[in-house]
């Protein structure tokens, strides 16, 4: 078993609506976890970072993590067109350990 | 203020070549990393430094060498290119090993053919 996983997508969905992107892991002693976005030819970059349970916000993004079932979801509300790009999430244990990533494509 | 620098940023090779790949950081970062990013793979740990003078393995180090003799340097060899090292290769750094997320430079796109 992977130690993450993230579903590939690609996801498509039109401007302003609501975005959920998900990833699950195995390792219940994971406590930091990170979401980076990457836009196409780009390295990926921090959006958000998250400690333990509970969700954070920054705007129009969420973080959330459920220790209980190993999720981890990253919500965008309001999505623009700007926001298409992968999104990576991360569990930093004494390094990053990404998943595959996400595609996302929001159309106008 | 340049951030994580790699050069180059396109790259052929044929087959059993050899080159390397420069990462340069300019926000006194202690930790360098060394990430080869596939389809369908994701990002995956090739070596990585917690210092000057010092690397350790990754998930994937065959095939690939480094070395960190400045703080602000990271080298990425190939010492004999083969077509599975075809990738987009990315440095990145970070002020401690923990917590606070990498700077990831803009990546090397390298074929191998």
Redesign the interface.
């Given at each position: 078993q992977k130690e993450v996983e993230?579903d590939?997508g690609p996801l498509s969905v039109p401007e302003g609506a609501i975005v959920s992107l998900n990833c699950t892991y195995s390792n219940s002693a994971f406590q930091?976890f990170?979401w980076?976005r990457q836009y196409s030819?780009?390295?990926?970059?921090?959006l958000m970072?998250t400690?333990s349970s509970g969700n954070k916000e920054d705007g129009r993004f969420t973080a959330q993590v459920d220790k209980s079932s190993k999720y981890i979801s990253l919500f965008i509300r309001d999505s623009q067109p700007s926001d298409s790009a992968t999104y990576?999430c991360a569990i930093?244990t004494?390094?990053?350990i990404?998943?595959?990533?996400t595609r996302l494509q929001v159309f106008p | 203020n340049a951030g994580v620098t790699q050069t180059p940023k396109f790259r052929v090779l044929k087959t059993g070549q050899s080159m390397t790949l420069l990462c340069a950081q300019d926000m006194n970062h202690e930790y360098m990393y060394w990430y080869r990013q596939d389809p369908g793979m994701g990002l995956r740990l090739i070596h990585y430094s917690v210092g000057e003078g010092t690397t350790a393995k990754g998930e994937v180090p065959d095939g690939y060498n480094v070395s960190r003799l400045k703080k602000q340097n990271f080298l990425l060899g190939l010492e004999s290119a083969a077509p599975s090292q075809t990738s987009v290769y990315f440095c990145a750094s970070s002020y401690s090993g923990d917590n606070y997320g990498y700077t990831f430079g803009s990546g090397t796109r390298l074929t191998v053919v």
């Amino acid at each position: 078993q992977k130690e993450v996983e993230q579903d590939p997508g690609p996801l498509s969905v039109p401007e302003g609506a609501i975005v959920s992107l998900n990833c699950t892991y195995s390792n219940s002693a994971f406590q930091y976890f990170m979401w980076y976005r990457q836009y196409s030819r780009k390295g990926p970059e921090l959006l958000m970072y998250t400690y333990s349970s509970g969700n954070k916000e920054d705007g129009r993004f969420t973080a959330q993590v459920d220790k209980s079932s190993k999720y981890i979801s990253l919500f965008i509300r309001d999505s623009q067109p700007s926001d298409s790009a992968t999104y990576l999430c991360a569990i930093n244990t004494d390094k990053l350990i990404f998943g595959t990533g996400t595609r996302l494509q929001v159309f106008p | 203020n340049a951030g994580v620098t790699q050069t180059p940023k396109f790259r052929v090779l044929k087959t059993g070549q050899s080159m390397t790949l420069l990462c340069a950081q300019d926000m006194n970062h202690e930790y360098m990393y060394w990430y080869r990013q596939d389809p369908g793979m994701g990002l995956r740990l090739i070596h990585y430094s917690v210092g000057e003078g010092t690397t350790a393995k990754g998930e994937v180090p065959d095939g690939y060498n480094v070395s960190r003799l400045k703080k602000q340097n990271f080298l990425l060899g190939l010492e004999s290119a083969a077509p599975s090292q075809t990738s987009v290769y990315f440095c990145a750094s970070s002020y401690s090993g923990d917590n606070y997320g990498y700077t990831f430079g803009s990546g090397t796109r390298l074929t191998v053919v």
